[in-house]
Structures are given as structure tokens and as C-alpha cells.
């Protein structure tokens, strides 16, 4: 499956993937405490700067970076409409500042290594007859599935782009969905071999 993890090393990369999970839980969760805009603003502010100070790396997620301004848009748009334009702010600088922290974790850190912290943190689970490696690789392979989506959808847009000169936006939708069902089933099919070995 397509990954969005960059082969260029930034400062980010050298951060254990259960510290980056961890602040990014706690960031997160902490920004939707936060009601004030001004302090939201910052918190965003401070998520971009992390995303921007990963240089080269950001290339791949270009596309994700499009879709979330797009999402901002029609967020900002929709309680605007509704005479809640702060209501709308808030919303958009909560979105944005967790959507740009996963960004830069899924940029940096490979699917491997956020595994073998999910496996970490649910082996407690073992004792009442759960397994923490199956239940690790259900998250793992989810995230990957939410990773490969984009990377498909930006490869079509790209292809589309160059053959017709424009974009490819809802034409997309049947070869992406054929294409995402296949490569479920490729999965599934693997999955099934090697865990029934």
C-alpha cells in the first residue's frame, strides 16, 4: 500500500514514535479543552510551525494539506451562514491543529514503529483474552488504509490532471472505491495465509 512516510530525514524522524503519539493524544485532546480563539490560535499556530520546520518532508502531504483548507473553508462557511462565525473559528483551529500534528506524524514515523506501540499499550489487555497484536495490527492496518486513500486519490488526481489538464474531483470516486476495495481484499487474503499459518 502507498505510504505519505518521508525518506527525508528532518528532526522529527529521530523522536520516538511513543513520545509522538503520546503529545499528540495530549495536544489534541488538549485543544478541545480550549475555548479561547486567541490561545487556539497560537496552539495552531505552533502545530504549523512543526509541520513547516519538516522542509522536504511535507512534500508528500501536499494533497492532505489541500483537502484540510478546503475542509476549513466550508467549516468557516457553514457557521457563517448560521451567524456563528467564532463558533466557526473555534471549530476550524481545533481541526486544523490535530489535523497538522497527524500530519506530521504520519509524515515521519512508518506504520512498523506506531505497531509495536500499540502492542505496548494494550498489553494489559492480554489478561482478560485479549490479543494486543491482532488488536495493534486492527489500528495499524486502519491508519495505513486512512494513509493509502489519500496517497490513491492523489495519484488518480494527478493522472486525471494530466491527461484532461484539470482535476478529477467526483470523477474520482468509482476508481477510488474499486481501487481501495481491491487492495482490501489483497490484505485480506494475505492476512488470512499468514495468520492461519
Not at 491482532?134 to 490513491?152: G, N, T, W
Not at 472505491?177 to 489483497?186: F, G, N, P, S, V
Amino acid at each position: 500500500m502507498g505510504s505519505l512516510y518521508s525518506e527525508h530525514r528532518t528532526w522529527l524522524h529521530a523522536v520516538p514514535a511513543g513520545w509522538k503519539l503520546g503529545l499528540l493524544v495530549v495536544l489534541g485532546t488538549g485543544m478541545f479543552w480550549i475555548d479561547s480563539p486567541t490561545t487556539l490560535g497560537l496552539a495552531c499556530g505552533l502545530c504549523a510551525g512543526v509541520v513547516v520546520s519538516l522542509g522536504k518532508a511535507v512534500a508528500p502531504s501536499r494533497g492532505l494539506l489541500r483537502a484540510l483548507l478546503i475542509a476549513s473553508v466550508l467549516v468557516l462557511a457553514f457557521h457563517a451562514l448560521l451567524r456563528q462565525p467564532m463558533v466557526g473559528v473555534v471549530s476550524v483551529l481545533r481541526m486544523a491543529g490535530a489535523s497538522l500534528l497527524s500530519i506530521a506524524l504520519t509524515l515521519t514515523t512508518r506504520s512498523g514503529e506506531l505497531q509495536a506501540v500499540l502492542e505496548r499499550l494494550l498489553a494489559p489487555l492480554q489478561h482478560v483474552g485479549v490479543r494486543p497484536d491482532r488488536f495493534a495490527l486492527q489500528l495499524a492496518l486502519m491508519l495505513r488504509f486512512i494513509e493509502h486513500f489519500f496517497v490513491v486519490w492523489k495519484r488518480l488526481d494527478d493522472s486525471h490532471r494530466l491527461r484532461t489538464g484539470r482535476g478529477g474531483g467526483m470523477r474520482l470516486l468509482a476508481p477510488l472505491t474499486i481501487h481501495m476495495l481491491q487492495t482490501a481484499r489483497r490484505v485480506a487474503d494475505t492476512l488470512d495465509v499468514r495468520l492461519g499459518e
